[in-house]
């Protein structure tokens, strides 16, 4: 047999071997079906966080509209740390969470306050002069909390992190009437 012929047969041999074409059909999936996976999990992830956020800044609200936080005299850190106890599982409350109550005197002042929430991630002296103004009975309150929320998977998929970050900004912001808690004190 010619060596032509030879390297011909063992040409077709190969091209008709089928063996470990499982193997390159999934090296080729799998690397979209990871990233999509990952997605997947990041924006179930992020949702969490939200609503975890969400339930702390309701949980956290309930204590100044019901007059609990006035009654007891919580103070601007041990309200902080009634929020950080639900949310303090995402990084060290410290270096993500802030919490901004404050008291308007009617609901087009409140309007007129166009300020957006301010996270850990602003400078030192805003984050020094976020109000703590519980108010009394039937005041107009305001409560935000915000968590800088760090992100899984910025490089794959649909990144949640904002743009030049690898972190995310969520803010919970509540708006209610305090009840009148002094009468029901009788």
């Known amino acids: 047999m010619k060596k032509s012929q030879?390297?011909?047969?063992t040409g077709l041999r190969f091209l008709k071997n089928r063996k470990g074409t499982a193997a390159i059909e999934f090296a080729i999936i799998a690397p979209v079906f990871l990233a999509l996976m990952f997605s997947i999990f990041e924006?179930?992830?992020?949702?969490?966080?939200?609503?975890?956020?969400?339930?702390?800044?309701?949980?956290?609200?309930?204590?100044v509209r019901t007059g609990q936080a006035q009654l007891a005299g919580l103070?601007?850190?041990e309200y902080f740390d009634q929020?950080?106890?639900?949310?303090?599982?995402?990084?060290?409350?410290d270096d993500k969470?802030?919490?901004?109550?404050?008291?308007?005197?009617?609901?087009?002042?409140?309007?007129d306050d166009t300020s957006s929430a301010t996270c850990r991630d602003a400078p030192q002296e805003d984050i020094d002069n976020i109000p703590y103004t519980p108010g009394g009975e039937d005041a107009i309150v305001r409560v935000r909390v915000c968590l800088l929320?760090?992100?899984f998977n910025p490089a794959i998929g649909m990144s949640m992190a904002e743009e030049g970050s690898s972190e995310r900004r969520v803010v919970s912001t509540l708006v209610f009437?305090?009840?009148p808690y002094e009468r029901n004190e009788t």
């Open 6 to 9: 030879q390297k011909r047969r």
């Open 97 to 111: 969470l802030t919490v901004d109550v404050a008291t308007f005197a009617d609901f087009q002042a409140l309007a």
């Open 43 to 63: 924006v179930g992830w992020f949702h969490f966080v939200n609503a975890t956020v969400n339930s702390a800044t309701t949980n956290a609200s309930r204590l």
């Open 83 to 93: 929020v950080c106890d639900v949310v303090e599982a995402f990084g060290d409350c």
């Open 75 to 77: 103070t601007k850190e």
């Open 149 to 151: 929320y760090k992100t």
């Open 177 to 179: 009437r305090n009840e």
